[in-house]
């Protein structure tokens, strides 16, 4: 029970008085922290002893991006105090950490699951290997924009994090290689998510490497990853049975081969009528596909693959199969801008 007491007195909790904000329980303190934002919770780990030690132990998820200014001399602050974090988010504007402070966080937040640590410019290989030793738990990792990475430091990364779920490599031109995408498969069986976006350096052996070695894998963005050719959609079209989103804006080298790979896919791996209908509302197959600028494509191909896959939408509002820049594909619809247009045409007109 809680009683305001007349002032200079405090205030009773459970027959404990509480005349100053340091007497105030831990088991209260815990149930605040998640209620105030990260720059409250950081400062208010500054009030005494007591407090430091609540919000240390309770806090497992922080966000620094909020801070412009100074962020590395932060990060080597808080680290050795917030050991128990399992989720940090380090997204910068402007490029501010130093491995000294990714350093900092292997040496002391061994739980952490989820890092990001995007557009950190000034980042090497060291901030790597560090992790890789101290953080072998992490299942979420965003290194975009990290263009001083390199595949060996990335390989290395990929022998100790091999709980790996969602992987956003998204402009890392140098990490990003067949050597790095042949380790990934060989050692991250669970990833479900990868981003490649612009990596020209990632090739079918990649891909083909990743298919095989990646059977859960759910989102792969593959945009301006010029260098894939049909080989690369086929192998996820055969391997990767749980694909729900695929990016190929940009990649010519895509022809009709591929559309069709993906449609018999969905074919040959039709779930029986039972399991159909019980999943009868989360449907199975592609629900996002980009084929932007892939030029090569003709419209049969492609609307073949729309028919196949219901979830794949060209009408406004919905619009899950993006043909921008394909002049040749107008003429693809889904069943549901087709119907439209039927009822539309089917709608008397008022006498004049």
């Known amino acids: 029970m809680v009683a305001a007491g007349n002032s200079g007195v405090g205030v009773?909790?459970?027959?404990?008085?509480?005349?100053?904000?340091?007497?105030?329980?831990?088991?209260?303190?815990?149930?605040?922290?998640?209620?105030?934002?990260?720059?409250?919770?950081?400062?208010?780990?500054?009030?005494?002893?007591?407090?430091?030690?609540?919000?240390?132990?309770?806090?497992?998820?922080?966000?620094?991006?909020?801070?412009?200014?100074?962020?590395?001399?932060?990060?080597?602050?808080?680290?050795p105090k917030f050991t128990r974090l399992r989720t940090l988010i380090l997204r910068q504007e402007y490029p501010q950490l130093e491995d000294n402070a990714v350093e900092a966080i292997a040496n002391f937040c061994h739980d952490i699951q989820e890092l990001d640590l995007s557009?950190?410019?000034?980042?090497?290989?060291?901030?790597l290997y560090v992790l890789a030793r101290g953080c072998p738990n992490i299942m979420k990792l965003n290194i975009s924009g990290c263009t001083s990475f390199s595949d060996g430091a990335l390989e290395y990364l990929t022998n100790f994090c091999q709980k790996l779920k969602i992987l956003n490599l998204c402009g890392?031109?140098?990490?990003?290689?067949d050597r790095a995408l042949q380790a990934i498969g060989r050692n991250c069986k669970m990833l479900q998510s990868l981003n490649l976006g612009w990596?020209?350096?990632?090739?079918?052996?990649?891909?083909?490497?990743?298919?095989?070695?990646?059977?859960d894998l759910?989102?792969?963005?593959?945009?301006?990853?010029?260098?894939?050719?049909?080989?690369?959609?086929?192998a996820l079209a055969d391997k990767c049975l749980h694909l729900r989103s695929l990016d190929l804006y940009y990649c010519r080298n895509i022809t009709d081969r591929a559309m069709y790979s993906l449609?018999?896919?969905?074919?040959n791996n039709k779930p029986s009528l039972w399991q159909s209908m019980k999943g009868r509302y989360d449907e199975e197959g592609l629900r996002s596909l980009n084929i932007s600028q892939c030029t090569a494509l003709t419209p049969s191909a492609v609307q073949t693959l729309c028919d196949t896959f219901p979830a794949l939408h060209?009408?406004?509002?919905?619009?899950?199969?993006?043909?921008?820049?394909?002049?040749?594909?107008?003429?693809?619809?889904?069943?549901?801008?087709?119907?439209?247009?039927?009822?539309?045409?089917?709608?008397?007109?008022?006498?004049?």
Not at 39 to 57: E, H
Not at 172 to 177: E, H, I, Y
Not at 201 to 214: E, F, P, Q, R, T
Request: glycine content about 6%; overall charge positive; aromatic content about 4%.
């Open 119 to 127: 557009k950190s410019f000034k980042l090497s290989d060291h901030s």
């Open 172 to 177: 890392c031109v140098k990490a990003a290689t």
């Open 263 to 267: 449609a018999h896919s969905r074919v």
């Open 12 to 79: 009773r909790m459970e027959g404990a008085v509480i005349t100053e904000w340091k007497d105030i329980p831990m088991e209260l303190l815990l149930r605040i922290v998640p209620l105030v934002d990260d720059r409250t919770a950081i400062v208010a780990s500054g009030v005494c002893c007591g407090w430091r030690d609540a919000i240390c132990f309770g806090l497992t998820q922080l966000s620094l991006s909020w801070c412009r200014k100074n962020m590395n001399n932060l990060v080597l602050s808080l680290a």
């Open 199 to 215: 990596c020209d350096n990632v090739g079918d052996i990649g891909v083909m490497s990743l298919a095989y070695g990646c059977p």
């Open 314 to 352: 060209t009408c406004s509002g919905r619009h899950t199969l993006v043909m921008s820049g394909c002049l040749s594909l107008t003429s693809v619809h889904c069943a549901c801008a087709v119907q439209a247009h039927r009822t539309l045409n089917t709608i008397p007109h008022t006498a004049h």
């Open 218 to 234: 759910k989102c792969l963005d593959l945009c301006g990853c010029v260098r894939i050719t049909d080989d690369s959609v086929i």
